[in-house]
């Protein structure tokens, strides 16, 4: 693909649409000619694959070809090949236009989760202070996955991994809080980094990553746990709506501490975490919090426990008072007196979640998006250039894609359009399929009957369909976009 892009923010061009379309699709001999639709086309951003910044490799390489340790797992081959991702460092990676809408839009899935049990946004700084982290003991605790640095003066740093001690030392500095305040939710959506020993599969074990993490502080335990539920039940949405089963396990608090942990992980074959999941009720833990050799449900005490393997995607701890006390991050209660907030904090891998996605969606030869996540919803390819029905097909083409950029505003910026007519309609057809578009509209000789036709390959759904540019609107009309 020629690796040229015009970009102002995440919108593409609006670079002469109108005559990028009339001499590429309307003649199909490379001379333009006027349109009257093409007015409108002039103002509104039409997407071409050839200017999209997305350096495709997508040869078959097989098993035997690959050097050791180059691409470890199907996401990461995969999302390589399709131009998503590139590698940079160890665990550190270049994400590529298309895997930036794809996070985008699952930045926007989450806010609307997390807002919507009455979380705010804020930033924190990726720079910390150790000495906040040797407040809490977690600076020598944390050991070599800690990012040190010092800057000129000597003082100590690290990047955070999590930010625990610098968002409760935030709220401690509100010394008028009120009970009538809480609960507070506070979250981010920031990179992060961990100094993995072996980084590897891609995006789900990588030093630097994407994760929201939100704070919870509250009047009581019982109130902290009615909150702790609710980001659960928040995390439970967010991925139905991606169409991921994950399952919510029994976890280990680990170094972030506190008294209750819970996983949310995706059922994977490459998955690093062993789970314990019972047959005849609803529990499920990582197989750390069982004692060894358990077998039986701890639950029901009737069910066997089948063990499979999972990719953490989300993590969720009740945290009591752990850091509350340490920073003094108090409220007042009703007889005005300073009380000590009751804590919760809340992961979410956003990068990981991706790749997971890729990895357990797709095929070996082909990516699957979740159908929110979908970098473009609909590709479109016209016939090749120089072929019979080129000229017709051409205008087809530009018809069709003036009615879904004028009349389904959901899908305006989803619309791609493969102008490389130099090549088959197959091959671009094998493309598109590669890269996973939910929708590719093929404009080929059913475009040209009395009444035309258009091939609609559903990759979600796995179907192929001939559509009239009715049914077409109609369908495409349907899909859900964030």
């Given at each position: 693909m020629e690796p040229l892009l015009h970009q102002v923010g995440q919108r593409l061009i609006r670079c002469a649409p109108r005559t990028l379309i009339c001499r590429k699709y309307t003649n199909g001999n490379g001379h333009s000619t006027d349109h009257p639709s093409t007015g409108a086309l002039h103002t509104t951003p039409i997407l071409l694959v050839s200017r999209l910044y997305q350096p495709a490799n997508l040869r078959d390489v097989g098993q035997e070809s690959r050097q050791p340790?180059?691409?470890?797992?199907?996401?990461?081959?995969?999302?390589?090949?399709?131009g998503l991702i590139h590698p940079s460092n160890p665990g550190c990676y270049y994400y590529l236009p298309a895997t930036v809408r794809a996070m985008e839009k699952l930045v926007r899935l989450i806010d609307q989760e997390m807002q919507g049990i009455g979380g705010q946004k804020l930033d924190m700084p990726s720079l910390c202070s150790a000495e906040l982290w040797r407040s809490s003991e977690r600076w020598d605790l944390m050991g070599k996955e800690l990012f040190r640095l010092q800057d000129r003066h000597g003082v100590d740093?690290?990047?955070?991994?999590?930010?625990?001690?610098?968002?409760?030392?935030?709220?401690?500095?509100?010394?008028?809080?009120?009970?009538?305040?809480?609960?507070i939710l506070l979250y981010q959506i920031t990179r992060k980094f961990r100094d993995e020993p072996k980084p590897r599969f891609g995006l789900l074990r990588g030093r630097e990553f994407y994760m929201k993490d939100m704070y919870s502080f509250d009047v009581s335990e019982e109130a902290a746990r009615r909150t702790y539920e609710s980001v659960c039940h928040a995390y439970a949405r967010l991925f139905s709506r991606l169409g991921l089963r994950c399952l919510r396990v029994q976890a280990d608090t680990g170094n972030i501490g506190g008294t209750l942990s819970h996983e949310f992980q995706l059922p994977a074959d490459i998955g690093e975490d062993r789970l314990l999941v019972c047959g005849g009720c609803s529990f499920a833990a990582n197989e750390e919090t069982l004692p060894s050799g358990e077998t039986d449900c701890p639950q029901c005490h009737a069910g066997p426990l089948a063990e499979s393997k999972g990719i953490e995607v989300g993590h969720t701890f009740y945290l009591g008072t752990k850091y509350s006390r340490i920073f003094n991050a108090t409220f007042s209660n009703p007889q005005n007196r300073p009380v000590v907030s009751e804590m919760g904090c809340f992961g979410l891998g956003v990068t990981r979640i991706l790749a997971a996605a890729v990895e357990v969606m797709s095929t070996e030869e082909a990516i699957r998006w979740p159908g929110l996540l979908a970098p473009y919803q609909v590709c479109i390819i016209p016939p090749k250039r120089g072929s019979k029905g080129a000229e017709e097909g051409g205008a087809q083409t530009e018809g069709l894609v003036h009615t879904l950029q004028g009349g389904l505003p959901r899908l305006r910026g989803e619309v791609v359009l493969d102008d490389r007519t130099q090549m088959t309609i197959g091959r671009r057809l094998k493309d598109a399929v590669r890269l996973g578009y939910p929708y590719v509209v093929v404009v080929g000789q059913g475009a040209l009957e009395e009444t035309p036709r258009f091939e609609v390959i559903c990759q979600q759904m796995n179907e192929t369909m001939f559509l009239s540019k009715d049914q077409l609107v109609d369908l495409l009309g349907r899909v859900e976009t964030v």
């Open positions: 340790g180059e691409m470890t797992c199907k996401s990461q081959r995969l999302m390589q090949q399709s740093y690290c990047l955070g991994p999590t930010h625990e001690e610098a968002v409760t030392t935030l709220v401690a500095h509100q010394a008028s809080l009120s009970y009538r305040q809480l609960p």
